[in-house]
């Protein structure tokens, strides 16, 4: 027997990707875009008060390249709160603008690939605590990609005993932690919940350390063997001012 994983989940995460109709958006009147405008800075205002009163989190980010314009980053106590969260927006004028590209779906997520005992010690529990139920930092740059673990012939990971896939992270959370102060990372678990298995979020004030750092790991024995990718999004964060700045565009 390979030796089962456990995990710890906090908070449920929805990543949601949005493109801007542009052309649809100027046959609008001034009045009109601002009405609308008006309408979701109040919705947006009070997705930053759950980032202030800690009952979840909230970031806003322009998405470079044609995947999409914007994501959407909400996290929320439970699938309820998450969903309710979602319809917001959906019901928004603004949304009937802002067409869908992607999403995923995925809850907050630790592994016990660390001795699981050292979990149950106070001080070590606030630390998981924190972790678990992330505010999302005030860092310039999100990257966003979803990942698996290969079960191909020959490369299945989760044929392989349990001591030696802990060894496997061990060496590849190593890399990260030389990261430590450049480069957050949020773990998203997503077996059971979207297409992959993991969506990795990563935060950082100098992009390039997204390039270094997942170039370093591609190199570790538990990704060169087993990981798979998905599609990488890059992007940068904005302030509710800066989305509003962004709509006003030429008729002409």
Known sequence: ?????????????????????????????????????????????????????????????????HQADYLFLN????????????????????????????????????????????????????????????????????CFYPMSKSRAVGANWYLEPLEERRRMMKEHGSIGRTYAGKVLQMIGGSIGFDDWEWGVTLFSDDPLHFKHLVTEMRFDEASARFAEFGTFYLGNRISLADLNAGFKISKV
């Open 75 to 142: 996290l929320r106590t439970d699938l309820h709160e998450l969903s309710k969260t979602e319809q917001r927006l959906q019901k928004s004028r603004l949304f009937d603008f802002l067409v869908p590209t992607y999403s995923y779906v995925s809850v907050v997520e630790l592994s016990n690939y660390v001795s699981s005992e050292s979990a149950t010690s106070p001080e070590v529990q606030a630390l998981l605590d924190a972790r678990l139920k992330p505010a999302l930092p005030d860092l310039k740059h999100v």
């Open 1 to 65: 027997m390979s030796g089962k994983m456990v995990t710890l989940e906090g908070w449920y995460i929805l990543h949601d990707f949005r493109r801007f109709d542009q052309a649809q958006w100027r046959q609008l009147s001034d009045a009109a875009q601002e009405e609308i405008q008006s309408e979701f800075s109040e919705i947006l205002e009070s997705f930053e008060r759950v980032n202030s009163n800690r009952s979840g989190a909230f970031g806003l980010y322009q998405i470079l390249g």
